[in-house]
């Protein structure tokens, strides 16, 4: 094993050497025999300026590399140090691109020895991080890292996560390594050597033993569980709100300055008399009142008081994770008694480990994502507990691997399989059995509402956080969707008998038994064609009648909805649709029943089969079970009608002629919330920072079918001084969107944005209600910036989620972020990264959206105003959220900019403003309101 190793990091004039871009620093470190020996670093005349924006980023004027030396003069050392070594460095496409351009440019010969790239080598051997970037991986690993984007720091930074990568893949068990060793041959890095040399030592080592922390189960390293649930003593519990002192002294004692609010006080209390006196309770805490803790030590002491089992709820699985990680912890800290908590998700987010096993032994058309996928497993199961996939951070392609890979009801053998005693799913159920505090979240809740409550153990009360999402939530998963896509990854997975897919290894599997199914296998190759062909037909049949009704343009942007009514289908279009539908539902039991008949022929030997068969055998019965539901859902879709459901398609006018949605849901649910969910509980605490419009809990409480039950409704307010952190701004020159088209609309909010950046220096968030609007804006205001003084960050154009956008919008110090749908929540950039929100337009519901015109038609059935009763408290709410973002501290400043006149042009406007915690209101020209924010700030 070459045990030398030279890692280089490079900063650019640019992303792309073949254009032009020029090495402006370089940082190279040596490595031999397990430490740093040598290091090297200069700065580089690129003989060219260096853009503005990459000045910001790197920190690397004109001025330092005016005197530095040319990359030719440093030519000869670099290739002096490259020679015999393995060139490291993290992103390695992007650092020899670069380095092999100018070794080219000064007459030398390209580097053509081995590679190793740090980010692929941390996706594998660290399958848990957030993100792979360097700066994020120093933190996690407690790597000092002063001057991130510098060539010299970088360099060093990237030598040490290579000597503990190294470290860590030499420490992993010997099966683990021989597992690895093939899949490693499809890495870009050159590992193999390295790995063998791992594997040699081990064979010739007198311990081959793996720690005490794993176990060697069916050619799998897992770590071990502790199967044995204890539970926890009995403990004789005091009046909770007579113990409130004694728990901030304690926690005063064990986390230094921390005190309970007043605010967290008082949730406390009614929460506390809620669930002792039997009460259903709404409360609005305001953003900083700390209401995690607020509910769950309430929530505690009630669960160990009466011996039961309390579940908490969030809409989120950030906020779930932030429950055990965070709050847990300060709880044990707290209370004066042990006691056990559960996490408990949707069965999609454990790992099969059965059907792992028999993917590792599958290596039909896997590509590099899947290779990647199945090594990071493999390193992930010597770690974790739980096999929850939120613990494992999967390449794109990964996503894909997982849907074959994690537990589902279909595929589950129970009691019968050999992994059952360590299957993750049963494991994590276990633990919810007899736990203080099991926490879900929203989608589980509604699921195990809807399947009998055979999902999560018994309990009588339970705590929803972010419960403004509660009538949402409920409505999709008492919904039904369908889509050519699902059809088409279940047609993809069966595959055909001549493809190396699920139907060619039963057949093969078939002729290995000496079965006589050639004559059903045939059979079901054509069958399976023609449903396909009609499947196909289907949905694009739907698409054009869409198009058609609703005369889609080929240039807009978006999906566009069309309702329907299944019982009303008429015109030539809809009959051919309701003929394909016919022959769909034939070719669907014609093909049902032949994977049945097959399916049974196989259960009647299913003790002669070996484990590889029994696995291709529960994969197609699997399929069975989906398709059964997806021919289900279509039929429903199409050929059923309930009144008290709304129906409606989606087409993309740009996406294929068959990508075509179609969708039901409830209109309304609170008569189901009410007879399923509220009345079955003793006591449930609703909670979140928006639950009212205008100081008043009506709205909810009719939306969620409360009315009966005599709930109690408490309002918390903020700790936050809003009249002193926040100002509140509405332009009077930008002008009214109906007054003005589209185009000069847009341009005038962009120079607003542009206008106000300038004073804040960036740190902008900017909340659009329409894509559409936000992708304008963006490219327009780009045109606009000169010498990019600003870094433009776009949702659905920047690529990215929101976690990680949001991350790059911290990263820099002039930066404005463009955000819709889900920034206006969830967001939480404190301090001084932001200190401007913008809300282009008040968050009203598109008036051509399903559900809210359906529930507009019943609103107007019994007299009601759909504009009053609905519409604007679902407006408020959501501005509500959007202003949140904005204070997330005591120590936070900021403004809010109202470009939507009417907020104060109009009646209603004014209850936006008055749905607000108290601040000061100005409303002036432009450039009146940038005078005084200067001041301000």
């Known amino acids: 094993m070459n045990d030398k190793f030279v890692v280089i990091d490079i900063e650019t004039t640019g992303n792309v050497a073949k254009k032009g871009d020029r090495i402006i620093q370089i940082g190279l470190v040596v490595v031999e025999n397990g430490e740093i020996i040598e290091q090297f670093s200069s700065f580089i005349n690129p003989e060219q300026e260096i853009p503005a924006f990459i ?12 005197d530095a030396p040319t990359f030719s003069s440093i030519a000869p050392k670099v290739m002096e140090y490259l020679n015999g070594a393995y060139f490291v460095a993290h992103n390695v496409p992007f650092d020899l691109s670069f380095i092999q351009n100018e070794l ?72 683990t390594l021989q597992q690895l060793k093939p899949m490693i041959k499809k890495f870009d890095s050159a590992l193999e050597v390295i790995i063998e040399t791992f594997i040699n030592d081990k064979l010739t080592s007198a311990i081959l033993k793996n720690d005490g922390q794993l176990e060697e189960f069916r050619q799998l390293v897992l770590k071990k569980q502790e199967l044995k649930i204890e539970h926890e003593p009995y403990a004789e519990i005091e009046n909770f709100q007579d113990e409130i002192n004694e728990i901030e002294t304690r926690l005063l004692k ?179 059995y007899g736990a203080d505090l099991i926490i879900t979240n929203h989608a589980l ?78 059979s079901l190759d054509d069958l399976l064609n023609d449903l396909k062909f009609e499947i196909d037909d289907c949905y694009r049949q739907l698409y054009a009648v869409v198009v058609n009704k609703m005369s889609v343009a080929k240039n807009e942007v978006g999906r566009k909805s069309f309702r329907y009514f299944p019982n009303e289908m008429g015109g030539e279009g809809w009959r051919g649709i309701q003929e394909v539908v016919y022959r769909v539902q034939m070719f669907s039991n014609e093909v049902l029943k032949l994977m049945k008949k097959i399916s049974d022929e196989f259960s009647l030997i299913e003790d002669e089969l070996t484990f590889l068969q029994t696995g291709v055998i529960t994969q197609f019965k699997s399929v069975h079970a989906s398709l059964s539901e997806e021919k289900g859902k279509l039929e429903e879709l199409l050929l059923q009608y309930d009144p008290n459901y709304v129906y409606w398609i989606e087409v993309d006018a740009k996406g294929a002629r068959n990508a075509t949605f179609l969708y039901c849901k409830p209109i309304e649910v609170a008569d189901i919330l009410a007879e399923t969910f509220f009345s079955k509980k003793s006591s449930i605490v609703l909670t979140s920072a928006t639950l009212t419009v205008k100081n008043s809990f009506n709205y909810i409480v009719k939306r969620l079918g409360l009315g009966d039950f005599g709930v109690t409704t408490k309002m918390i307010e903020s700790p936050f001084n809003y009249e002193e952190q926040v100002q509140l701004m509405i332009p009077t020159t930008i002008p009214n969107i109906k007054d003005v088209d589209e185009k000069e609309y847009i341009y005038e909010i962009v120079i607003s944005i542009l206008d106000i950046a300038r004073i804040t220096r960036g740190r902008m968030l900017v909340l659009f209600t329409s894509y559409d609007m936000l992708r304008k804006a963006f490219y327009e205001l780009k045109d606009f910036i000169t010498n990019e003084e600003f870094i433009l960050i776009g949702q659905g154009i920047t690529s990215g989620s929101r976690a990680k956008l949001t991350k790059n919008f911290k990263q820099f110090d002039q930066a404005i972020l463009f955000g819709t749908s889900s920034f206006w929540e969830g967001v939480d950039i404190p301090g001084e990264d932001l200190s401007c929100l913008v809300i282009v337009r008040l968050p009203f519901s598109p008036p051509d959206n399903p559900v809210f015109q359906a529930k507009s038609e019943k609103l107007k059935e019994i007299g009601k105003s759909p504009f009053m009763d609905l519409s604007l408290p679902q407006a408020i709410i959501r501005f509500k959220q959007g202003f949140g973002r904005l204070i997330r501290s005591t120590n936070d400043r900021g403004v809010v900019f109202v470009f939507d006149r009417r907020i104060t042009g109009t009646r209603y406007g004014k209850s936006f403003i008055q749905s607000l915690p108290e601040v000061p209101v100005h409303e002036k020209p432009l450039h009146k309101l940038l005078y005084e924010l200067k001041n301000w700030l």
């Open 55 to 66: 000045q910001q980023f790197t920190g690397i004027t004109n001025e330092m590399v005016t």
């Open 104 to 175: 080219e440019m000064s007459g030398y010969d390209h580097f053509f020895g081995p590679t190793i790239d740090t980010v692929e080598l941390s996706r594998l051997l660290l399958p848990t991080a957030e993100s792979y970037k360097l700066y994020h991986l120093a933190e996690q690993l407690n790597f000092e890292h002063d001057r991130p984007h510098q060539a010299d720091s970088d360099s060093e930074v990237t030598a040490e996560l290579l000597l503990f990568l190294i470290k860590k893949l030499k420490k992993l068990p010997l099966l």
């Open 254 to 432: 064990k986390f230094d300055r921390f005190k309970i609010r007043e605010g967290q006080k008082e949730m406390m209390g009614y929460i506390d008399d809620a669930l002792s006196t039997n009460q259903h309770l709404l409360v609005e805490a305001g953003t900083g009142t700390g209401k995690s803790l607020a509910y769950l030590l309430p929530g505690l002491y009630y669960a160990k008081k009466y011996e039961t089992s309390l579940v908490i709820s969030t809409h989120t699985v950030q906020l779930q994770q932030q429950l055990l990680e965070r709050d847990m912890k300060i709880l044990k800290e707290t209370v004066p008694f042990s006691f056990r908590t559960a996490v408990l998700k949707g069965r999609s987010h454990y790992l099969c480990l059965r059907k792992f096993e028999q993917k590792l032994l599958d290596h039909f058309d896997d590509n590099y994502d899947i290779v990647l996928s199945k090594a990071q497993i493999l390193v992930w199961l010597t770690e974790t507990e739980d096999g929850d996939v939120e613990q494992i951070n999967l390449p794109s392609g990964g996503k894909v691997f997982w849907n074959e890979v994690q537990s589902d009801a279909t595929t589950c053998i129970g009691k019968h399989c050999s992994w059952f005693s360590r299957c993750f799913y049963h494991q994590a159920r276990n633990r919810a």
């Open 445 to 522: 809740l509604f699921t195990d509402m809807t399947q009998d409550h055979q999902l999560i153990p018994s309990y009588k009360q339970v705590i929803v956080d972010e419960a403004h999402h509660m009538e949402e939530v409920a409505s999709d998963f008492l919904g039904i969707k369908s889509d050519y896509f699902s059809f088409s990854q279940l047609f993809s997975r069966i595959g055909t008998i001549h493809t190396n897919d699920l139907l060619h290894k039963l057949f093969s599997v078939h002729e290995e038994l000496g079965l006589n199914l050639h004559t059903s296998f045939e």
